[in-house]
T-cell receptor, first 114, second 113 residues
């Protein structure tokens, strides 16, 4: 079964450092997403991406965040200057042309900011 | 603020019983509704989705939607210990948020042998 692949599975970074989280969506999917889940809290929408541009972003997705699809397969989330409160599980997801069928989530990257 | 509410649980049921999980949502324009299962430390896994009022069955799972009451439920028949997980209700909101999901906090289900 096709999978969304995320790397690394766990990243520890110092406050103020930049991190890049990487995702390889399912190959024939067109819509890509990042969500995050702070420990014990809800899964929260960050951003959706379609046709090489952001289609929607949440209020969480401020200027510290950016996304990029640098080639035909990777989809990245960059956090420019990490804060303690950025510590969370970050999930990448993708969906095909029929969004209504739901997303497939990747296994997640646990980001710990110290 | 568009909200999705779930009872946090835990909901404890014996093996073989029916587990009933409930969800309400605030945005009357919401288009589609999803149930995800999440094991501790893992990513959400899609169980099923529903768009239309009524019931939708898939194996041991039945989703029920009542748009007038803004209510979605998931029934799990013949519950197994492996069903023990957190069940997330997710809603695709109306008003242009056509491809994002708003998640509830989840209901923790414990199936005991």
């Amino acid at each position: 079964e096709p999978e969304v692949t995320q790397t690394p599975s766990h990243q520890v970074t110092q406050m103020g450092q930049e991190v890049i989280l990487r995702c390889v969506p399912i190959s024939n999917h067109l819509y890509f997403y990042w969500y995050r889940q702070i420990l014990g809290q809800k899964v929260e929408f960050l951003v959706s991406f379609y046709n090489n541009e952001i289609s929607e972003k949440s209020e969480i997705f401020d200027d510290q965040f950016s996304v990029e699809r640098p080639d035909g397969s990777n989809f990245t989330l960059k956090i420019r200057s990490t804060k303690l409160e950025d510590s969370a599980m970050y999930f990448c997801a993708s969906s095909g042309t029929g969004f209504g069928y739901g997303y497939t989530f990747g296994s997640g990257t646990r980001l710990t900011v110290v | 603020q568009k909200e999705v509410e779930q009872n946090s649980g835990p909901l404890s049921v014996p093996e073989g019983a029916i587990a009933s999980l409930n969800c309400t949502y605030s945005d009357r324009g919401s288009q589609s509704f999803f149930w995800y299962r999440q094991y501790s430390g893992k990513s959400p896994e899609l169980i099923m989705f529903i768009y239309s009022n009524g019931d939708k069955e898939d194996g041991r799972f039945t989703a029920q939607l009542n748009k007038a009451s803004q209510y979605v439920s998931l029934l799990i028949r013949d519950s197994q210990p492996s069903d023990s997980a957190t069940y997330l209700c997710a809603v695709n909101p109306g008003g242009g948020g056509y491809n994002k999901l708003i998640f509830g906090a989840g209901t923790r289900l414990a199936v005991h042998p």
